[in-house]
Structures are given as C-alpha cells and as structure tokens.
C-alpha cells in the first residue's frame, strides 16, 4: 500500500490515518464537537441541518459475506448523511448488473455519476486505493480486510478527549486480537501522532503486526495493569471474520470482572463494537465502560467528516456563532 503521508489532509479521499496530521485530527474532533447537538446521539437534535440538502452518500458493503457486514459503521454514517439534510443509499450488488457479470470496476465507473461521496467496506487490504482511482467522487475508507478502518479511529480519539479531556500524554493498553483487528491499527497510527504509551496483551499469535510496533510500544501481562495504571483499556473481539478458516477455533480470551480492580479511577474502558464472549455483560456495570457512548460518538465524527469532505466547512464553523 502507498498511502501518502501528507502534512494537512486535502480533505479528497480517506483512505488511512497515515493521511491525517495532528492538526487534521484536531479539526475533525472541533468540528464533531461543534455538531454533536446536530447529532440526536443523547437528545433530539437541536435542529435540522441543510448543508448536504441535493447531496448523496453511497455505501458500499462488498466482500465475503461475513467480512463486510456491518451495524455502527453503516447506519451511522446514513444518520450522519441525513443529519446535515442529505441522502444515503446502499449499494446492492445481488440486485445489480454484476449478478450478469459485470465487473465492479464497471459498475464503480457507472456509480461515480449516481452519488457525490463513496463509503466503501471491501475484504481485502488495501483495496481501497484501487477505488479511489477509479471513482472522481471523495471515498471514505469504512474498513478494508485486516488493514485499517481510520473512521473508527477519528470516533475512538473523540472518546479520549470527552472522557478524559485530552488525546496525548496517555498510557493506552489494547488488549485482545491485535493481529487481525483493523480498528486497532488505525487507532496506534492515530495515537501514535501524539505522546502516548502503547501497550499490548494478546492470545499467542495474535500480537500486534510488527510494522505498529516502535519505541512506543511493549507487549505486557495483564498482571502489569496495577503497575502501569492505563489511561485507557481498549478490548478487541477475536477477529474470527477476518483471519484464514483454520485460525477461528484456535483463539480466545475473556475479559473478567477482576481486571477493572486493577484500573485506576479515572480510566476509561473502549471496544469498537460488536463484543462477543470476551466483554461479559457483568462489565456493563462499572461507570468507567464507556464502549456504548463510543459508539454513539461516530455519528457527530461522520458529520464532521462528511461535511468537510463536501466542502462545507464554514457552514460547520457558522454554527459556533448560533445563539439559543
């Protein structure tokens, strides 16, 4: 993959954190904060916007059948896209001309006149750079096989800063599969571009890809959690949608009740969603789980970033300077 490292986002394709400054991350979480109100994610809207009134979002979903699949990054982007007055709609490829044999290139071809932005979810690493050349339109990177999903990122980030005030200066520890787990390696690229510590706990052969690992990096037990008081605790699922058939029944791990003991008070606890066996239900309790208020949060962040995608930034900031 030859994502470009860029000083500033030219705001065109996302396609990888690899794209996005400080600065970049920055503008996207005063943006989100901004139109959060706007979000309905706790209370109705404040009202509706219009910014995106005649614009349209196309989904893209595509790829082995439980590898593309999706609830949060799907629906919140539709409600994000409806939120500023436009409209969304979901590429089907049973019902297209593909099910003749077309090729999807062709029909991405056809689709770049038919929308005027691309949330696009694909199988297999690094096909999104593919797309985007091909499609005039901006593409949005919603997850692509086990590399990146850099919009879980941005939303994660936005987590930080609400609950703990800040993005830089923290001890995060990911706990779960950090191999396969795309949502865990934008989100190292994104706190890597600050002063943070990074820490791993992982099932035998499911540590984090070499090429995340750095000065800022050291694999530890979860008995190290009273020592090193993280800031933050990011679970993962095991990824058994993404990794080969033979690997599925050969990994697990469980969260217990216990591990929270060894949080400090003011920590945060995060998993990008959907959790199975290894986040119980009895984690729900403690006050410092914030996994669902994540979720929440990648609506205001899929505004900020649709709206800046579509050129309407100024609208976004004009919205500071409303009195109510």
């Known amino acids: 993959m030859s994502y470009v490292t860029l000083g500033r986002w030219d705001k065109n394709d996302l396609l990888s954190m690899d794209q996005f400054s400080k600065y970049d991350i920055g503008m996207i979480q005063q943006y989100a904060k901004i139109l959060e109100p706007y979000s309905g994610i706790f209370h109705a809207p404040r009202e509706n916007l219009d910014f995106c009134r005649g614009r349209i979002m196309k989904g893209i979903f595509r790829g082995e059948s439980n590898t593309s699949v999706s609830t949060r990054t799907r629906e919140s982007f539709k409600t994000a896209m409806t939120r500023l007055g436009g409209e969304s709609d979901i590429f089907d490829e049973k019902t297209s001309s593909m099910e003749k044999g077309e090729s999807f290139e062709d029909t991405?071809?056809?689709l770049d006149?038919?929308?005027d932005i691309?949330?696009?979810r694909d199988s297999v690493s690094g096909s999104l750079e593919e797309y985007a050349s091909i499609l005039k339109r901006p593409v949005i990177n919603a997850g692509d096989g086990i590399n990146e999903h850099p919009t879980q990122a941005l939303q994660d980030m936005y987590t930080m800063l609400e609950f703990l005030g800040?993005?830089?200066?923290?001890?995060i520890v990911f706990v779960g599969d950090l191999r396969?787990?795309?949502?865990v390696h934008s989100l190292v690229k994104a706190v890597r571009k600050f002063p943070n510590?990074?820490?791993g706990v992982s099932p035998p052969e499911l540590g984090m890809p070499e090429e995340l690992r750095g000065?800022?990096?050291?694999d530890i037990n979860l008995?190290?959690?009273a020592d090193i008081r993280p800031d933050v605790l990011y679970a993962a699922r095991i990824q058994k949608n993404l990794m080969p058939q033979e690997e599925r029944e050969r990994h697990s791990y469980r969260l217990e009740p216990k591990i929270l003991e060894m949080l400090p008070k003011h920590s945060i606890v995060m998993h990008p969603l959907p959790r199975t066996d290894e986040f119980p239900d009895e984690l729900l309790r403690d006050e410092r789980v914030k996994i669902f208020e994540q979720a929440y949060f990648g609506i205001p962040v899929r505004m900020a970033l649709l709206a800046t995608m579509l050129g309407y930034d100024e609208k976004v900031v004009s919205l500071q300077d409303r009195r109510y």
Do not use: M, T
């Open 108 to 110: 991405l071809r056809y």
């Open 113 to 115: 006149a038919c929308a």
């Open 180 to 183: 396969y787990g795309r949502a």
């Open 223 to 225: 008995s190290d959690l």
């Open 118 to 120: 691309f949330v696009i």
């Open 197 to 199: 510590k990074i820490y």
């Open 215 to 218: 000065g800022d990096y050291r």
């Open 166 to 171: 800040r993005i830089s200066n923290l001890s």
